[in-house]
């Protein structure tokens, strides 16, 4: 079960990372071509020990884009948690701190979040699923999530499917591209923020991801790159 020492311990950390992830409550998905298009293999695999390995660059946001920092960070599958009577994986970085909450359903993957409740004497948390990923959709479809509490919104859409990149040195085959796009509302209506990218390869996980400052949780750009995985 997810701890609440556990939640107390990262509760700073969590509320930050918070009010930048955009935890869906309703999820709905629209596209011109709404035709299933399955891939076969497994495009985030849990399996216990596997571990990914990451080239990380925190680059400027500036004109120059120079890259301040190069190093190495490594996740991990570790422990299942269950959550209202869902399993999800738990994916750990090499200080231990918990990354990801993850649960695969089909073609589905979804993310646990943690979101904080205000109220005018206490605070409190509850965990709220994302779907991140559906590898049974058509290039070009989106779907969107909703948080009506920071009145906001993510549009997540699929840019390509079963491609080739090379990242790191390193050439992927059946490479599923999604884009998400953040959006803030003022005077009721959505305008665009921040928009991110995410390459996911058959039988390894997440390539390659680049979030903007301050989606980053640096005062920088961040890209990651795999390179090495092993389970």
Same mark, same amino acid.
């Given at each position: 079960?997810?701890?609440?020492?556990?939640?107390?311990?990262?509760?700073?950390?969590?509320?930050?990372?918070?009010?930048?992830?955009?935890?869906?409550?309703?999820?709905?998905?629209?596209?011109?071509?709404?035709?299933?298009?399955?891939?076969?293999?497994?495009?985030?695999?849990?399996?216990?020990?596997?571990?990914?390995?990451?080239?990380?660059? &925190?680059?400027? /946001?500036?004109?120059?884009?120079?890259? @301040?920092?190069?190093?190495? #960070?490594? $996740?991990?599958?570790? +422990?299942?948690?269950?959550?209202?009577?869902?399993?999800?994986?738990?994916?750990?970085?090499?200080?231990?701190?918990?990354?990801?909450?993850?649960?695969?359903?089909?073609?589905?993957?979804?993310?646990?979040?943690?979101?904080?409740?205000?109220?005018?004497?206490?605070?409190?948390?509850?965990?709220?699923?994302?779907?991140? &990923?559906?590898? /049974?959709?058509?290039?070009?479809?989106? @779907?969107?999530?909703?948080? #009506?509490? $920071?009145?906001?919104? +993510?549009?997540?859409?699929?840019?390509?499917?079963?491609?080739?990149?090379?990242?790191?040195?390193?050439?992927?085959?059946?490479?599923?591209?999604?884009?998400?796009?953040?959006?803030?509302?003022?005077?009721?209506?959505?305008?665009?923020?921040?928009?991110?990218?995410?390459?996911?390869?058959?039988?390894?996980?997440?390539?390659?991801?680049?979030?903007?400052?301050?989606?980053?949780?640096?005062?920088?750009?961040?890209?990651?790159?795999?390179?090495? +995985?092993?389970?």
């Amino acid at each position: 079960m997810i701890s609440l020492s556990s939640i107390k311990r990262n509760a700073m950390k969590t509320l930050f990372r918070f009010l930048f992830t955009i935890i869906g409550m309703v999820a709905l998905g629209s596209c011109g071509d709404t035709s299933e298009e399955y891939v076969t293999g497994d495009y985030f695999p849990l399996e216990k020990n596997r571990q990914w390995s990451y080239e990380r660059e &925190l680059i400027s /946001s500036g004109d120059d884009h120079d890259a @301040w920092i190069h190093d190495t #960070v490594t $996740f991990f599958v570790d +422990t299942d948690t269950t959550y209202e009577g869902k399993v999800y994986t738990k994916i750990r970085n090499e200080q231990g701190d918990t990354e990801r909450i993850i649960r695969k359903e089909n073609s589905k993957y979804y993310s646990l979040g943690l979101y904080a409740i205000f109220s005018e004497t206490d605070q409190s948390y509850q965990y709220k699923e994302n779907l991140f &990923l559906d590898t /049974s959709k058509p290039v070009g479809y989106r @779907w969107t999530n909703y948080d #009506v509490y $920071f009145r906001a919104k +993510t549009e997540y859409t699929i840019m390509a499917k079963k491609t080739e990149q090379e990242i790191a040195g390193i050439v992927y085959k059946d490479v599923i591209q999604i884009e998400v796009n953040y959006y803030t509302r003022e005077v009721g209506a959505f305008n665009p923020w921040l928009t991110t990218t995410h390459y996911y390869a058959k039988d390894v996980g997440e390539i390659y991801n680049y979030y903007p400052y301050p989606l980053s949780f640096y005062y920088a750009d961040s890209r990651r790159s795999l390179i090495k +995985t092993t389970n």
